[in-house]
Every structure is written in C-alpha cells, then in structure tokens.
C-alpha cells in the first residue's frame, strides 16, 4: 500500500471517529434535559421588539449538571409568562408592565415564582404583564414601555434596575444586535437582529446548546483567553468612564420617565447590593462605582411626579438580618426564589398603599 493511500485511509478513519463522537454527543444531550434555545424571534422595522418565539414550552439548565432544570412557558406574545396577554380593546382589567432584563425574565425560577406572577397573584384587581429579555439596558425599557402604551395601555409601569443596565445602553459598549441603544439624534437607535443561517442550525443541535447555553463555553474561553492585566490606574480609569457613561444613561432614561409619568404612574425596582449584605455591610458598597449610579437614579427620580421609587437594598437588608437566606444561588447571581418572594412583597406594599 502506499503512503498515499495510508495517510488518505488514516484520514477516513479519523473523520469516521468525529462523526461518529459527534453523533453519540447528540444522542446523549437530547436524552438530558439540555436548554432549549428561547428563540429570539428577528428585530427590524417591521418588528422593532425584543421577543422570543411564541406558545411554546422551554426546558432552561441553570448551571452545567443538571441538577437545576425548569420548564418555561412562553406566552402569547413571546414572553416568559403562564398568563397570555390582552391587548387593550379585549382587557378586562387595568394593565401594570413589568420591564427589565433576565431578572424578569427569570429563567431561574418556575414562571409561578417571578416575582411579577406572586404580583399578579396578590392584585386580583390588575392583570401584570411581564416584559424582560435577557441583556436589555436602560434604553430597551424605554423601547419596550412605548410598545406596552401601544398595545397595552398600562396603568402602572414598574421597572427594574439591575446593575448592567447602565453602560450597556450604548451600542459602543455592548455591541449587540436586536436590542435599542441610546443615540443623541434619535433618542433610541435600533440595531436590527437576524438569526444566521448557521446559528439556526446550530439551536437544533442539543449538544450544541449544552455547550453554548448550559456550559457557557464562549464566556469560559473569553476569560481564558481575553483577559487585560489590571493596573490601579487602569481600574481608576474604567471606573471613571463607567460613571460618565452611566451617567448620561441615567439622565435619557429619566427623560423618558419623565414623559411616560404624565400619563401613568411608575415605580422605579433597584436591585440591593446582595454582596455587600452578605458581608454585613450596613449600606451599599460606595467603592462600587454601579452603586453611585443606583444611588443618584433613585434620588433623581424621587423629584419627578407619579414616580416612586423602591430601593430593595433596604429590604433584602432586613429580611437577611431576619433569615440568614441568601436572594440568589452560590451558582447563579440571579434571583432565586426567595429573592423573587421579596421583591414581590415590597412591590405588593407599595401597589397598594397607592390606591389607584
């Protein structure tokens, strides 16, 4: 035989292993309850709102070993919800709209136990709507709050801050297709999104999926591999630039409040320092420049009429003194279900005592 065609029989079974291997991973992952993949659903001018494909149910891993599983119901509008959603000419209640990001989203928990079901669960009286996709800055709440006045009218709009949410509203930060910047000629900017021909195959393979959604293996090489060395004048410097970005986020955000208050009442959610409350640590950790900018959002909004504010710092603070229980998992920095719980209760509280 020669060499050729042992080198060229050597390369057939080789690729014959990759197959093979490869299809095996597949057969095992679709067999584990491996994340299925949301489906966000194209953004463009013809539809401009962040939301995934619609009437279906998701299993979502929080973690890479199977040992934290949910099943998800997307709504009938494309959003993490067991109640389907009424557009204004067929409601039969007045509308509250949640907004934020994956805190509302909360793959986390059951769809029962997010703090805007317990809610809906607590307020007979009102139907709560939840509009949260995962990565969504100060500026895609906006955007999501002009879609709910169109289709839904809301009475109340409550929105929560959590701490990305500030740079991360300028395209130059996050960079991210299918969600709305903030721009200084047209206020809010779109950055269309449409799935490639190559990332819609890839969400139909489960090993894939493991690898991408459960293992986050993009997220584990970025920090192998993309790591800067730290400087104290380098983190003086970013953190300087974060506040100045921050900042001017702060400043478009509240504008838009500002105009949505005429009309509606709003609460303003702030997320606590869960770490410096673990710590024992009587208030936010002021050496975070992200708790200068909860801090000055809260006050600020405070002087704009209809507009409350809840600064759940206070109390995580105290339920924690009470319970010794964390608001979210040693593996996950997202709510669990007893942060959810809380948040829930001091959202009800304040609903209430509003009387509207």
Known sequence: MSLIKKIAGGFSYLVFLLISVAVLLEVIFRVLPTSDNLMVKPVNAKNPILKFAENREVTKQIGFNFQHVNIKRINNYGYASDKDFREKAIQTKPVISVIGDSYVEALQVKNKDAFHAILDANLER???????????????????????????????????IISNDFDESFYSVKGAPGFHYFDELTGLKLVNYEPSVIKRLARRSAFIRYLYLDLKLKTQLQRVFGSEVTTVDNKSNKSKEFLEIGRIANERFLRGIAELSLTSKVIILLDGDREAIYSGLDKRDINKPVNILFDELGMSAKFIPNVDVIDLHNFFKSDYVSNNEKFNYDYDSHWNEHGHAVAARALTDKIEALKF
């Not at 949260?132 to 879609?147: D, N, R, W």
């Open 126 to 160: 009102y139907d709560v709507y939840p509009f949260g996709i995962s990565g969504s800055p100060l500026s895609q709440y906006l955007a999501f709050s002009e879609y709910a006045v169109e289709k839904f009218d809301p009475k109340l709009y409550v929105f929560l």
